[in-house]
């Protein structure tokens, strides 16, 4: 462990990446901690070592012209033969890829806020001429009052420099699944590709999830490239409906019709800050969690699976006899009763009575071409529901989606089981088989269910 840098005293280590490691240090001279970032430059590398120094003299630079309270500081920089390293700014917190698993994210208005101030600190950026070119949630780092401070502007290209000459670029900089289409076609870059990385950050900050997935880089890029993003409502539809339109104009792959600005992107996302609450959901999610764990529903389910069904569904306490679902109707909307009672009935004629941990309405989003209503669903006694939303269900994980498939069809045969048994009962005498034993090539009696 090392115990000095130049002249800053080491206190531990804080993390380690590709090609720096950082340190929390001391600075004796004011008194006053900063974040140390160590490179090694390798002798059997010579090009490597080359393009650090390179990445390091541009965080440099480009660090001391930025005076933004969401960007980190950078406060010095030594370059010696074998290693160079930057004072920053410390920031007592936690980078953003903490809280983009489906089990850990913000509440809502917590997230709008730590993106807005994103912009501003983006725009401020490229006002000097910056651009980052590699904005994800690993170099985005909030405090404990969601300030969030951008870092990590080794990559950044200065457009006030003339590319052929002397410039910062580098072919394939970046984190693909981050990327503007743009960015992957290695077009020229402008500050829009920076905001295009931060609508990717916000859609994933808000669903669990990024935009595009796929199984290898080929796949993810053409997907970038060529397809739209889901719905960002459509994936949790407890958000309000305005934040569609801001994520689309984010990921806008025409960069005409992409956000001008960062400060523009921002005014709209105050916009929509308004509509949301800003009580803490923390707790109210645990709770949900927590009851939906006792769900016999949910049994099988893994714990970062019913995290995500928290996110695709929403919650409803309803009255006495409340029509949840009509005969007739065309959707595909289902559910499960968390507690409560309600009926189910089919031309005036009561079919069964559904307690707690039963589902309803699982016909229509089963059947593959039909959402016709069958039945009418009406609650007992007040009832509290929990409606799934079938769309987001389609755009989830494939986790989910085949526990979902399971479960329910192991629900349906049951019923059906239960229902042939009804049947049976009103049925006419059965005709008798012959118990004699069957010919060595026949095929053996069907037993149907």
Known sequence: MLEKIGKYEVIRSLGKGATAIVYLARDPDLDRLVAIKLIRFGEDNAAMSRRLRKLF????????RLDHPNIVKVYDAVVEPERAYLAMEFVDGAALDKFCAINRLLPMHRVIGIIF?????????????????DIKPANILIDANDNPKITDFGLGLNLRKDMGQDSTFVM???????????????YPLSHKTDLYSLGVLLFQLLTGRLPFRANNPATLVYKIVNMD????????????AGLDSIIKKALEKDLYSRYRNGAEFAKDLSAVRYQMQEEDQTQQDMTHFERLREVAFFAEFEDIELWEVLRISV???????????????????????VDGFVEVSANGRVICRLGSGEVVGEMAFLHPSDSC?????????????????SAALELSSDEVRERFNKVLLVKV?????????????????????????????????LELL
């Open 57 to 64: 003299q541009t965080e440099d630079s480009i660090g001391r």
């Open 117 to 133: 101030k994103c912009c501003l600190a983006l725009d401020h950026a490229f006002r000097q001429g910056i651009v980052h070119r």
């Open 172 to 186: 394939g900089v970046g984190s693909p699944a981050y990327m503007s289409p743009e960015q992957v076609k290695n």
């Open 229 to 240: 993003s889901p719905s960002v409502c459509a994936l949790n539809p407890n958000l309000p």
């Open 315 to 337: 919650w409803r306490e309803l009255s006495e006899k409340v029509t949840l679902i009509r005969e007739g109707d065309h959707h595909r909307r289902f559910g499960i009763v």
């Open 373 to 389: 209503r069958q039945a009418t669903v009406v609650t007992l006694e007040p009832t509290l529901f929990l409606d799934i939303n």
């Open 413 to 445: 045969l049951s019923r059906l089981r239960d229902a042939n048994k009804v049947l049976a009962k009103l049925g006419q005498t059965a005709v008798q088989g012959s118990s004699a034993a069957a010919d060595p090539g026949s095929t053996p009696p």
